[in-house]
């Protein structure tokens, strides 16, 4: 298992950059009180060990979720075939994320498609058919209440989290133009990129290159991340709650899930359950609590199943190793990124 390794600084840039993620090292130096190099020292780091990564694509995630499809679903293995499994569907584009999980199934995973029947079609026609699966069961999310691009560390003030808004471009584009998803594509695997490094692909100069980086920045129809290992952080694994929640407490459980900074995805879902939630855990014991502290708080809430996540191999759109560590992007088109 990679070691935590991460301190407050490291938080700190993290979350810094979940906020701006292009924010000059010498902003966020007087921001942090901390000197510009020791910041750019940090995050080399972080990147060239692969413990930390960033990506950038169209869509806007709060209108993806509305006019998307998206499911979980199950997938039962061969014996001995689960890894060639995880290699066929890791590089899927359609398939958001890959999880080793406890229960009578090996894996689930997510996916988006623009419809219920292609949803159907390519559940039948790209996953069933992969040699090594024996058994499948899909759950279509109904709504999703909030998912891993708006999570965030907490480890800023308040006041430090203001003054990264602040600097955020705020000027975007009237219309969406070829020029601007071009650099939306360019910034793909690497959202800090620079302007000179991507000059050559693109062919402008770096004057516009650099002022469409900050307009498409502050498009609406631009998501962006910054992700880490999460062993990196001391959490050791992840968990799913299937709950079963009253139509008439759904929205106060929702709220009191969004508190809990262990929640990475939160969505009413088909099935017995009706609510499924997305956690990482520091400690299996910190399932307990979480479930005791939720039925403590509402009792009508019965929990359906609980399902422990030991390895993430596939997170938006990024294939990880054993270790929880970034090895590529595999590019997940328009598709909205709804990860636990």
Known sequence: MLPCMVDTLDAQILNALQIHPRVSWAQLGKILRVD??????????????RQAWTSCSEGDATQLREEMISALVEISCAPGRREHVIGELGGQGSVSSVNCTSGPRDLYIMISTDSLLSMDRYIDERIAV??????????????????????????????Q???????????????RKPLHRAVVAALGADVR??????????????????????????ANWVTWRVDFSHSLMGWSAAA?????VQPSDLERVVGSLRL??????????????????????RGLYEVDEIENRLT?????????????????????????????????????????????
């Open 36 to 49: 510009p190099s020791t910041i750019s020292r940090r995050w080399s780091t972080l990147t060239s060990r």
């Open 130 to 159: 992969i040699p090594g699966i024996v058994g499948l069961r899909t759950h279509y999310f109904r709504r999703i209440f909030f998912e891993g691009s708006s999570w965030r560390l907490h480890a800023l003030s308040k006041e």
């Open 161 to 175: 989290v203001k003054a990264l808004h602040d600097l955020r471009p705020s000027d975007p584009p009237k219309t």
């Open 193 to 218: 990129r620079s302007a000179a490094d991507m000059q050559p692909e693109l062919g402008r100069s770096l004057s516009m290159i650099s002022r469409d980086i900050d307009a498409v920045l502050a």
């Open 240 to 244: 799913a709650l299937w709950l079963d």
């Open 260 to 281: 809990l900074n262990h929640v990475r995805l939160c969505a009413s879902v088909t099935g017995d359950a009706n609510l499924a939630v997305f956690l990482w855990v």
């Open 296 to 340: 403590s708080i509402f009792p009508k809430v019965l929990v359906k199943d609980r399902w422990i996540v030991p390895r993430i191999a596939k997170r938006a759109g990024h294939l990880l190793d054993l270790d929880g560590r970034h090895v590529r992007l595999v590019p997940l088109g328009h598709h909205p990124v709804f990860e636990d």
